[in-house]
């Protein structure tokens, strides 16, 4: 490596405390609770572990955006076997990618080095609405739901305890910053980690649909970004106007699908939300 080399990786500190990592398309806001000293060395441990992780993903990037079969071989980097395990499930069932789960992972990574640097009563890693989460006992964390994740206002709330079992937040929908097949203004989801999160409000997400409807405007992915996992396959780009009808069957489409993965046990429960209108899967506490 050059040792003259530009430093790509831009760390800051923003109000609260917080700690800000950004690295082209990475941008992480992390907040770390506890001792003094175990704070400083979690976010020690983050930025070390940020600087190289967008190359060790770039370096696997060909298998990473091909479709998931079962019997795919394992990535080498540790945020790409964290990509592997949450879709892996998936495979077969749909066409999916890894990249369904890299904004989950990523966060997932960079708080495992945290934890194992450092003894911290609570901590979260937002990768840009992904969200990993550390709960001691009695530690509470609250969480805003969106209507969208272009122009957030939040519609409710959920609170989530140390002993839960949730250790990931991701909201997916078709105004965001991915592609979704599907109608879905928002869905948030509450898993056991953030990557687990991530692939699954994509698939929720994309299950709120109503297929061949004329008012839906679809666009092949690749024309809107060459480089898309998703080819040719047609994602949203525009929602005009449903009846009441119409909405509460594209909501119960996502739900059914909602309840199998809290069935399969592949999440801890869900929020999908389109035109002001809510359907919630599993157990979330007000």
């Not at 272009?150 to 937040?169: E, H, R």
């Not at 009441?244 to 999440?267: F, K, M, N, V, Y």
């Amino acid at each position: 490596m050059n040792a003259h080399a530009p430093v790509r990786a831009q760390v800051a500190f923003l109000p609260g405390g917080r700690l800000h990592l950004n690295d082209g398309p990475i941008d992480l806001v992390i907040g770390a609770f506890g001792a003094e000293s175990a704070v400083r060395a979690g976010y020690k441990a983050a930025t070390q572990r940020f600087s190289t992780i967008l190359d060790e993903l770039c370096e696997e990037l060909l298998l990473l955006r091909s479709e998931m079969q079962p019997d795919n071989p394992l990535p080498q980097c540790a945020t790409a076997r964290r990509m592997d395990m949450a879709v892996r499930a998936y495979a077969g069932e749909c066409f999916i990618t890894r990249m369904a789960a890299v904004a989950g992972a990523v966060a997932d990574e960079i708080l495992a080095a945290m934890l194992n640097a450092a003894d911290l009563q609570r901590a979260y890693v937002n990768n840009g609405g992904d969200i990993a989460l550390h709960l001691a006992a009695g530690q509470l964390f609250a969480i805003g739901m969106v209507d969208r994740p272009d122009a957030p206002n939040l519609f409710g709330q959920a609170g989530i305890s140390g002993g839960d079992g949730i250790g990931g937040i991701a909201t997916s929908g078709w105004r965001g910053r991915s592609f979704s097949l599907g109608i879905a203004d928002a869905v948030t989801i509450l898993a056991a980690n953030a990557a687990a999160a991530d692939v699954a409000a994509t698939i929720v997400a994309n299950a709120v649909d109503l297929p061949d409807h004329p008012g839906i405007t679809r666009v092949p992915a690749n024309e809107l970004d060459p480089q898309s996992d998703l080819g040719p396959r047609l994602v949203t780009r525009a929602v005009g106007a449903l009846s009441a009808e119409e909405i509460a069957c594209a909501l119960s489409c996502g739900e059914a699908e909602a309840q199998r993965l809290l069935q399969a046990q592949r999440i801890v429960a869900a929020a999908l939300h389109l035109r002001s209108e809510t359907r919630v899967v599993g157990a979330y506490r007000a």
